[in-house]
């Protein structure tokens, strides 16, 4: 489905700022999810040696985790990106009963 194409309405002054504020919270928002996975990392890895695992195993227990919540929300985001909803057929629809024997 194409994107209908819209006139822009910003004043012709504000369109460079608009531009630039943008582009400083896509930084932001990059450096602060760089910042959050690595302290996610840091604790996962003093919790898994703090119950156990050393070595290799410590070392990759965060990353498995961490994994799953990158995962979950490139999911959401392609989700919104082409309009599924819970009431269509779609992949992301069928991944919680996947593994349901009701069906």
Partial sequence: MPMKAH???RHPYLR???VI???VIAVIAAIAAVVAM?????????????????G???????????????MGELLLFTAMIRGWTSGRSSTAG???SAGSSSR
């Fill in 38 to 54: 690595t302290e996610s990392y840091t604790n996962l890895l003093d919790f898994a040696e703090n119950f156990g695992l050393h």
């Fill in 56 to 70: 290799w195993r410590a070392d990759i227990a965060p990353a498995a985790i961490d994994s799953f919540i990158v």
């Fill in 7 to 9: 006139s822009d309405s």
């Fill in 16 to 18: 460079i700022p608009d």
């Fill in 94 to 96: 069928r991944w919680p």
């Fill in 21 to 23: 504020a943008i582009n």
